[in-house]
């Protein structure tokens, strides 16, 4: 069944004012348990709208949206439940670090959920060790720590309430390309050991393209395209046109294929065009000229 | 939720009085004020009135702006209004029973301190509905500028408020921020008991006051690098220019203010 | 040409709080840049990269060696606003730069302070908002503006000062792709119009790979210094210090890895599309 699923989700703002705009235009959408998304799409499409809808931030102008098929709106008391089960980590996550040590910080979540404290403090390990961080800065004041390690902190504060759906809005905004690495396995780790749903948005499709099974596509307030990654990334021609930036590698294939070597397969990672590649020059026949 | 917040309303627009010198603006409010509270009877008022109604027409600023900025004080305008009727006790009865006791001179005073309460409001609302408020800081940086001279820091006031204003906007999508973030962390802030709902405004606080910090670290810099020195020598992009209209302005309240005066003594 | 910034033998440490000896950030800089140059310094977080660039406008002053920029010493306290005139410093938070609630008097910051008198002041304001084409929105906002309208307005407001050369640090860290492209246009044509020496600080190896060389930082000394083309084309060191080369660089060492005869120094997708073609053909 899936996990969470939206019903014609629609969200305008400012209704009745000449400033009155659609963020979210009669979305469908159907997440799978266990999948890890990529979410896309330019500034203003309706993807940081749509994301917090899921944990119940915003209520839908019109269409529902399901948690487990449940409308979560059906009891208005029960939606900060939600928010325990779907997890959303927001753009520089470090900026809302308030407590006086890592370790109360990360408990704040699975704090106001009630739980007991030995369930929170093997939460809070638990997350840390997923995270990467060191237990010993468990004890520090996270103000002392770097611009990276806040970072992992604030997002070990949402993981820790253990959520069914976790949403990472750019969670490497800001970040060097070794940071960025690092983060992303993190999450990867987290996603094996939890087996929960994980939707990670990002601007940039090589990034996406190095953990996404699934690819969401948002344009103009409306659902481009929500695909498998392979297949999405087999429409390339179209994403660059809704102004996305396509993997340099991607645009490579293409040019091959337009100019008449057709290696019959998406690629969108460099070990991936590797392998193709080698597979082709060492193989017994060669190329497929079309 | 918080951006629908906006500090004195100004409704931008290119009437006769937006386009006033907002220095003289601020002195012709004042000599307005003084006309109001000088003003000994109802006839001054009137002619006040006539004055006020003239430069809210004149703004081009629908009234409904103007009610809007006179409602929240209704309750106390009435509550005054009635304590006035109730205890003054001077001039005709009007209507007697048991210790109430309605009399003209109650209702005299009362409707006369109305009348001036609503005018004081729609007037100086006329002032911030016409000027913006950065505008409005430009000006009373200027009107202020001779304290300069007995060392009052008029320019770092003005530079303070200045910069205070241009965050306004940026510090309050930073709290919406904040906010959404804490609560999607189960934080309750618009339920709960006063307890919780106390214990997490820390949670919005904190980051708040730690990002303007480091904000105002990182503004200084920059300052610094386009040589910023303190006020001295410094020339004005932000030209203020008297002309005609403004005198013209400011005589003519004058006027009203002798003339209410004169009707005041002549009707006593 | 002239030597725009000379950094010679330089070290820093931050000053240290608890006596105990301080961490060199800096150990041991010798940076020559030309008049015209467009460079990127680019680096991992912690190289010392964003500690260079504030050498260079004398935010901060060397614990050792020397900073000349347009012939003027950094620590030469009495010619302070005369280096920061000549050298101009956009950061990278586009909100935390902006001092005014009006664009065009943001623009006109840097010329108040220094008591330009108004006619000059308005027309080096207007050109300068034409400049990055924000003049639409002189009267606007800043908090009306997107992350990359901003930064354009901290450009123009530097750009009004005439300065000889502009330090960028990490100016788009913080901006949306489009962002990133609007900014990035900015700076080249400051550069190719108007002769710019352009330091751009980052972390993007696509924005490096756009300006004419780059000088790689890592612990605080400089690892590589050359054209784009040269420095990506070490692919193993680049990636050892934590940063990434271009997809197309990365697929090419890794065929040329496997044995295959492919060119050292691929960086464009042209490239890459014509030296595959070519390894199809003879295969």
């Given at each position: 069944m899936a996990i969470l699923e939206t019903r014609q989700l629609t969200y305008t703002y400012s209704i009745g004012s000449p400033f009155e705009k659609t963020a979210v235009d009669h979305v469908d959408l159907k997440i799978e348990e266990g999948e890890m998304v990529g979410v896309m799409g330019h500034t203003g499409s309706g993807k940081s709208t749509l994301i917090q809808h899921f944990n119940g931030l915003l209520r839908p102008t019109s269409g529902t949206v399901l948690l487990d098929g449940k409308d979560i709106w059906a009891d208005k008391k029960s939606i900060r439940d939600v928010r325990f089960q779907v997890g959303l980590v927001f753009q520089y996550p470090e900026y809302q670090i308030f407590e006086e040590t890592v370790f109360k910080d990360i408990a704040f979540g699975p704090r106001n959920m009630g739980l007991d404290e030995q369930e929170i403090k093997r939460r809070v390990l638990e997350t840390a060790h997923d995270i990467g961080l060191k237990e010993e800065l468990l004890k520090r004041s996270p103000f002392e720590l770097s611009g990276g390690q806040k970072r992992r902190v604030a997002i070990a504060g949402v993981m820790a309430m253990e959520p069914k759906v976790l949403i990472l809005d750019e969670?490497?905004?800001?970040?060097?390309p070794a940071g960025r690495d690092k983060i992303i396995s993190h999450i990867k780790e987290y996603h094996k050991r939890m087996k929960n749903t994980i939707l990670i948005v990002s601007h940039s499709m090589e990034d996406i393209a190095g953990f996404a099974d699934k690819i969401l596509v948002m344009n103009k307030a409306k659902l481009f395209c929500y695909d498998d990654t392979e297949k999405v990334f087999g429409r390339a021609a179209e994403i660059s046109e809704i102004g996305l930036d396509v993997p340099q590698i991607t645009k490579v294939f293409m040019e091959l294929k337009r100019q008449g070597l057709d290696f019959g397969k998406e690629v969108y990672t460099v070990p991936y065009a590797r392998d193709l590649l080698l597979k082709h020059l060492r193989g017994k026949a060669g190329a497929e000229d079309c | 939720m918080l951006r629908d917040i906006t500090i004195g309303q100004y409704f931008p627009g290119n009437s006769l009085i937006h386009r006033l010198d907002p220095r003289f603006k601020i002195v012709i409010t004042l000599i307005y004020i003084l006309m109001l509270f000088t003003g000994s009877n109802i006839i001054c008022l009137a002619v006040g009135g006539v004055y006020t109604i003239a430069a809210l027409l004149l703004s081009r600023i629908p009234f409904k702006m103007f009610w809007k900025s006179v409602k929240p004080l209704l309750p106390f305008l009435l509550l005054t209004a009635v304590l006035n009727v109730l205890l003054v006790d001077s001039g005709d009865v009007y209507f007697k029973w048991k210790f109430i006791k309605i009399t003209a001179g109650g209702v005299n005073i009362s409707v006369f301190m109305i009348i001036r309460i609503v005018l004081l409001i729609m007037g100086s609302s006329l002032l911030t509905y016409t000027t913006s408020p950065i505008t409005l800081t430009d000006a009373i940086e200027r009107l202020l500028s001779p304290l300069k001279l007995l060392r009052f820091p008029v320019h770092e006031l003005a530079m303070m408020m200045s910069i205070a204003l241009r965050f306004v906007p940026t510090l309050i999508e930073e709290t919406d921020k904040i906010m959404s973030a804490q609560k999607a962390r189960g934080a309750e802030i618009d339920t709960g008991s006063f307890v919780t709902r106390a214990k997490n405004m820390i949670s919005i606080l904190v980051p708040l006051f730690i990002s303007s910090f480091r904000r105002a670290d990182e503004l200084a810099t920059a300052m610094e690098c386009r040589c910023y020195n303190g006020g001295e020598g410094r020339t004005r992009l932000r030209q203020l220019k008297a002309s005609a209209r403004d005198f013209i302005a400011l005589a003519v309240t004058l006027l009203f203010y002798a003339g209410a005066l004169t009707v005041g003594l002549l009707f006593k | 040409m002239e030597n725009m910034i000379e950094i010679s033998g330089l070290h820093f440490s931050y000053p240290s709080d608890d006596g105990k000896e301080a961490a060199e950030v800096l150990k041991g800089i010798d940076l020559t840049i030309k008049e015209g140059e467009f460079v990127a310094v680019l680096g991992h977080n912690g190289s010392g990269k964003s500690t260079l660039a504030k050498h260079i406008n004398a935010i901060l002053l060397p614990t050792e060696g020397k900073v000349v920029v347009d012939g003027i010493d950094t620590a030469d306290e009495k010619r302070l606003f005369e280096l920061r005139q000549c050298a101009g410093m956009v950061f990278q938070n586009p909100d935390n730069q902006i001092v005014s609630s009006v664009v065009e008097e943001d623009v006109a910051f840097a010329l108040e302070n220094l008591g330009v008198p108004y006619d000059e002041m308005r027309r080096r304001v207007d050109d300068s908002l034409k400049a990055v084409n924000m003049y639409d929105y002189r009267l606007h906002s800043p908090s009306q503006l997107s992350g990359g309208q901003k930064q354009r307005i901290a450009i123009a407001g530097i750009i009004a000062m005439q300065p000889k050369c502009i330090i960028l640090d990490e100016p788009t860290a913080m901006l949306d792709p489009q962002g990133r492209r609007e900014v990035m246009a900015t700076i080249k044509k400051m550069n190719r119009e108007q002769g710019i020496t352009i330091v751009l600080i980052t972390h993007y190896m696509d924005e490096a790979a756009q300006c004419d060389r780059i000088v790689v930082m890592d612990k605080g000394t400089v690892a590589l210094d050359d054209t784009p083309r040269n420095v990506f084309s070490h692919v193993e060191e680049v990636m050892r210090i934590g940063l990434d080369v271009p997809q197309v660089t990365e697929l090419a060492w890794e065929l040329r890895k496997a044995g295959f005869d492919v060119p050292q120094d691929i960086i464009t997708e042209e490239e890459c599309v014509a030296a595959i073609k070519k390894l199809m053909a003879t295969a």
């Open positions: 969670p490497t905004a800001g970040l060097d | - | -």
